[in-house]
């Protein structure tokens, strides 16, 4: 969501997506960096403050480490509202560039005395960031998540934006393999067109089924598609459960493994079956 306009920024909050990400970097004309980020600030300010944002995650994609903006965002933001917020950090190349997030967010937050939790997420989007993913990943600190950026890293490998979501395979699974071997969450980048087709039904379903989390979107249009493609549907809930009861059942008897309808339940299928149950939530 553009950084521009305050009354689109307070529609967003009504379109039903799980977390919205207001945009100070590419969807912001150099010109207007300055602007959109007291815009930004002044909204966040009576936005934390008060009930709008509700259940919906609220987060802020700054310009990149090594512009001019990039410290002066994060400091407008943060400084913003004392409420749950997120910073999306673009074209991560480094554990050295999420340091250097962590070093500042550590004096505004002690200068402000802000007590909500500020969280980081990285966007891998560069071929730099994707050959240091797992140092990326290892991080610490605030990083609770990566993202997969399409269009920057289709360019930085020279990859066209029209690559179908399967060529995609190895870049998407050393981002996933790095992100879950620290216990961090893992979103797909947007379907680049705008439209609610099969193009966007086709990719989330990939994403799904490879283990993400979710997926950004690009166009509230595409909302509906993607929130039901990775929310657990009432047969996958039903089954986790009746995973998670047997297993429960069979360490009762001292047993570490039952059958379940034909199938042999174990520890390994409760870890899929608490990852439904996140889902359906």
């Known amino acids: 969501m553009p950084a521009t306009e305050e009354k689109r920024i307070l529609r967003a909050f009504d379109r039903g997506a799980d977390e919205l990400v ?13 602007d959109a ?7 966040l300010a009576d936005v934390l403050a008060g009930p709008r944002a509700g259940g919906v995650g609220v987060s802020v994609r700054v310009n990149a480490i090594g512009s001019p903006w990039c410290h002066l965002d994060i400091a407008a933001c943060v400084a913003a509202g004392d409420g749950p917020l997120s910073l999306v950090i673009p074209k ?22 802000r007590t909500a939790p500020v969280r980081v997420q990285a966007l891998i989007e560069n071929a730099e ?6 140092q990326i990943a290892a991080s610490g600190g605030r990083l609770e998540g990566l993202i997969l ?7 930085s490998l020279g990859r066209a934006p029209s690559t179908p979501p399967q060529r995609w395979l190895y870049v998407q699974d050393q981002v996933l393999t790095a992100a879950r071997a620290h216990g961090l969450r ?3 980048g947007p ?3 705008t439209a609610d087709d099969a193009g966007l039904r086709e990719a989330a379903e990939h994403a799904r089924e490879l283990g993400y989390d979710g997926k950004w979107v690009i166009h509230p249009a595409q909302i509906g598609t993607v929130r039901e493609t990775f929310t657990a549907g009432a047969e996958e809930v039903a089954r986790a459960r009746a995973v998670l009861a047997a297993l429960e059942e069979a360490h009762r008897r001292g047993a570490g493994a039952v059958g379940l309808d034909g199938e042999m339940i174990d520890e390994a299928l409760a870890v899929a079956a608490r990852r439904v149950l996140a889902r359906a939530q």
Do not use: H
């Not at 207001?22 to 300055?34: G, M, N, S, W, Y």
């Not at 960031?129 to 797992?134: E, I, P, Q, W, Y």
């Open 92 to 113: 991560v190349s480094d554990a050295g560039d999420l340091a250097f997030v962590e070093r500042l967010l550590d004096g505004i937050i002690a200068a402000t005395g």
């Open 129 to 134: 960031g994707l050959s240091r993913v797992a």
């Open 22 to 34: 207001f945009d100070l970097e590419d969807a912001v004309a150099p010109q207007r960096k300055d």
């Open 186 to 188: 893992t979103i797909d």
């Open 149 to 155: 950026g399409y269009a920057d890293l289709g360019a």
């Open 37 to 43: 980020r007291a815009l930004l600030a002044g909204v």
């Open 191 to 193: 379907y680049l067109g």
